[in-house]
């Protein structure tokens, strides 16, 4: 009997040691991603998206195995080798069980067992799902995360909860797509534009009309808005005596103006404001038409994600203003849209 019982102790030891060396390999992609290439129909993506979710309960029985297993080993143990002596041994073992488990030889053996199996281990898992559920709730196994997308990350930050502020998440957000944007997207439409004829004259009627349209800065047109010329500096306006002869626009508008398509990113236009130290583009289609306006300001607020409001903006959002057609572009009694 005492031989029966030594033997079945060593059955245990080494059933106990295969079943801790077992570590199944995970996919490299995260569920997200392997997800995401499902949904574009990826028949590999979708098997091994499978196995993924259900690993967790085979990592969870696979804890729980080496739990019973311990327990019969030291009940046994004290059977056989008298109370004393038993737990000594399976104090031993149980402090270096997970050792010897890690031995070369033995992790290879043990893991070719499981990969054999393992297709029936998952078959198994799943079919009794809702047992596996509650042993994972009471032996969790934390996952690891990775990243291997922006949209992904896009989907952590949507879901990180309270850990990140509305501010955080929008500023993360719009950080993460800002490369992304295109200066049309942004900038200020051809439509609200406010421009002023190089010909006019700055007497006390046209800054008091300048100063009411809010702005602090207005093209300088030659016949219109498709030949600006140069860019009107309200501030550079405080120094002219309006007692005096009135100054032609001409004279007293900065002659430089820079150009950028509609079709460059924000990137690119914040590097131009950068590289150029000007804070207004003139934005042109592929044509060389002007189409709008890109501020420092809407390239800021973009990264941000928030409104910037100062005391020369007039309205919070020009675009919405546009989409309102304020000045009826292209609207009479005979229109119609089709």
């Known amino acids: 009997m005492m031989t029966f019982l030594i033997l079945l102790l060593a059955v245990l030891f080494l059933k106990l040691v295969v079943v801790a060396s077992i570590r199944p390999v995970r996919s490299p992609l995260s569920l997200f991603e392997l997800e995401r290439r499902v949904e574009t129909g990826d028949g590999e993506a979708k098997h091994v998206l499978r196995r993924e979710r259900l690993l967790p309960d085979v990592e969870s029985l696979q804890r729980v195995t080496t739990a019973l297993l311990l327990v019969v080993f030291v009940v046994i143990s004290v059977v056989a080798l008298e109370w004393l002596f038993g737990i000594l041994i399976s104090l031993v073992v149980a402090l270096e069980y997970s050792a010897v488990a890690r031995l070369g030889f033995i992790h290879q053996w043990g893991q070719r067992l499981y990969e054999k199996y393992e297709a029936h281990l998952l078959n198994f898992v799943e079919k009794w799902a809702s047992v596996f559920r509650f042993i994972r709730s009471a032996t969790p196994v934390l996952p690891v995360v990775t990243l291997n997308s922006k949209d992904e990350l896009s989907h952590l930050v949507a879901e990180s909860g309270a850990v990140l ?4 998440r929008k500023l993360i957000m719009n950080g993460l797509g800002f490369e992304a944007r295109l200066v049309s997207e942004v900038m200020t439409p051809r439509g609200v534009i406010d421009s002023i004829s190089k010909r006019e004259h700055l007497g006390p009627l046209t800054l008091d009309e300048l100063h009411k ?11 219109d808005i498709d030949h600006v010329i140069g860019m009107l500096h309200i501030q550079d306006l405080l120094t002219i005596d309006a ?21 460059q990113t924000l990137q690119h236009a914040l590097a131009a404001f950068l590289r150029t130290h000007h804070h207004l583009f003139v934005v042109i289609n592929e044509f060389h038409e002007t189409i709008g306006l890109l501020s420092l300001e809407d390239v800021i607020e973009a990264m941000l994600g928030r409104k910037i409001v100062d005391e020369f903006d007039a309205h919070e959002d020009l675009r919405v203003v546009a989409a309102r057609n304020p000045r009826h572009n292209n609207k009479s009694e005979g229109s119609v849209n089709v």
């Not at 349209?213 to 016949?223: N, Y």
């Not at 007692?243 to 079709?263: C, D, G, H, L, Q």
């Open 165 to 168: 502020t509305t501010d955080e």
């Open 213 to 223: 349209k809010g702005h602090s800065r207005f093209p300088v047109i030659d016949g």
């Open 243 to 263: 007692k005096r002869k009135s100054t032609s626009v001409e004279k007293a508008m900065e002659p430089r103006v820079f150009y950028i398509k509609n079709s």
